[in-house]
């Protein structure tokens, strides 16, 4: 259900998020699948068929295809493999409602930077009442003279 200009697409955009997109047939696919740690699988290659994988980000991998499905209704997804485990279409979803890598790590940084920006700041409460208090003194002073 998919035309050559979405599948370039679809490839382009697999391709940018680091994966790699392929046709396959389904003979070929569940030989390959025995012979693997992907033999879970073999009962999905039935129908056309494509795979999608990546060796760098699993979760970007899911988002580009989920978006893909969303954007295209004549296609759907089969099945998932993450470290040699099946997932089901629902757990594929859940994986690309996942923060992204980069995501993870801004909160991870805010996450530590918050406690040490809290104690600046309350390291600072004491000297700034001195400084005020200072002040106030000075003018007290000065009204005094």
Do not use: C, W
């Not at 569940?30 to 795979?51: D, K, N, W």
């Not at 757990?91 to 991870?108: F, G, M, T």
């Not at 996450?111 to 106030?136: C, E, F, T, V």
């Amino acid at each position: 259900g998919v035309n050559v200009a979405d599948e370039t697409e679809l490839r382009r955009k697999m391709t940018d998020s680091g994966g790699s997109y392929r046709v396959v047939k389904n003979t070929l696919a569940r030989l390959a699948a025995r012979e693997s740690a992907v033999a879970q699988l073999e009962p999905h290659f039935q129908g056309p068929t494509a795979v999608a994988f990546t060796r760098d980000n699993p979760v970007a991998l899911a988002k580009t295809l989920t978006e893909f499905i969303k954007a295209h209704p004549g296609t759907s997804l089969k099945a998932g493999l993450l470290e040699e485990s099946a997932l089901t279409v629902d757990e594929v979803q859940a994986l690309a409602d996942l923060p992204s890598r980069e995501e993870l790590l801004a909160k991870l940084v805010y996450l530590l930077q918050a406690p040490l920006m809290n104690l600046a700041a309350a390291l600072q409460g004491p000297l700034r009442s001195l400084a005020s208090g200072l002040s106030r003194l000075e003018e007290v002073k000065q009204k005094q003279d």
